[in-house]
C-alpha cells in the first residue's frame, strides 16, 4: 500500500500526478523531478542543499519556514545563481495555509518543536505539514514532540517521527497517532540519525486496530 510513497530517515516522496519531497536527504540520483518541496527546518538531515539540487528544477516551489528567510542556500536558489535552479521560495509561519493551485494541492504549516528537549525549540518556528495531494490528507510531523497543535491535526495519512532523542520516541508516537486517529500511520525519523531499526514496528504494534500502520523505510 501507498507505493507512490519513498522514505529514507525524514526524507519523504510522495509521486502521483505531481511530485512532492518533504526534507529530500540522502538522494542517490538526480532526478529534476520536484514540483514541491517541503522544508521542515534548518538540521542538516532535513535541510541538505545537495540533496535539493538533486531534484530541484526551473520550476520548483520551495516552501519553508520563514525563519529561513535569510539562508543564502535558498537565496541563491530563487535568485538563480550559478548552477542552481531559478525555484520559486515561498517562506511560512507555523498556523498559515496556502493553496497551490497549479499542483492542485493546498497546505497548512503546523507548529513542530520539543516540549521537554532543546533540540527544536518553539520559538524558531519551524515547521510540519499538513498537505492535501489528490484527495488524501497527508500530515508530515516534522521534528516534534507531542504538543497541542500536533494533537488536533485532522489527516488520512499521519507521517510521525518515532526514534526518541530529537523527537518523540515510538510509545509518544503512537499515543499522537492514537490521539489524531488517522486510517494509516507511518513512521519516520528511526533506525538512522536516531533510534533503532526496530522503532517502526514498535510503533506500529502500539496503534489502536482502527488505524493501520504502514512501514515504508
Not at 153 to 161: F, G, N, S
Request: aromatic fraction near 12%; include cysteine.
Amino acid at each position: 500500500m501507498f507505493e507512490n510513497i519513498s522514505i529514507f530517515h525524514s526524507s519523504i516522496k510522495i509521486k502521483g500526478k505531481h511530485t512532492f519531497y518533504f526534507d529530500p536527504y540522502k538522494i542517490n540520483e538526480e532526478s529534476h523531478d520536484a514540483d514541491v518541496i517541503f522544508i521542515t527546518h534548518s538540521h542538516s538531515d532535513h535541510f541538505s542543499p545537495e540533496d535539493i539540487l538533486k531534484v530541484a528544477n526551473d520550476d520548483t516551489i520551495i516552501v519553508a519556514p520563514q525563519s529561513m528567510s535569510e539562508n543564502s542556500v535558498l537565496i541563491d536558489i530563487w535568485n538563480g545563481a550559478p548552477n542552481t535552479p531559478v525555484a520559486n521560495v515561498i517562506f511560512v509561519n507555523p498556523n498559515q495555509g496556502f493553496a497551490l493551485s497549479q499542483f492542485d494541492t493546498e497546505f497548512t504549516a503546523i507548529p513542530a518543536y520539543n516540549t521537554n528537549k532543546q533540540f527544536h525549540p518553539k520559538a524558531n518556528n519551524w515547521l510540519g505539514y499538513i498537505v492535501s495531494i489528490e484527495g488524501t490528507t497527508y500530515y508530515v510531523a516534522g521534528d516534534t514532540d507531542i504538543t497541542e497543535e500536533a494533537k488536533n491535526v485532522k489527516c488520512d495519512v499521519a507521517l510521525i517521527p518515532c526514534g526518541g532523542t530529537y523527537t518523540m520516541d515510538y510509545k509518544e508516537a503512537a499515543e499522537l497517532a492514537n490521539t489524531i486517529k488517522p486510517k494509516y500511520a507511518i513512521p519516520t525519523h528511526y533506525g538512522s540519525v536516531a533510534g533503532s531499526p526496530e522503532d517502526g514496528q514498535r510503533f506500529i504494534d502500539l496503534l489502536n486496530p482502527e488505524i493501520e500502520g504502514i512501514i515504508k523505510i
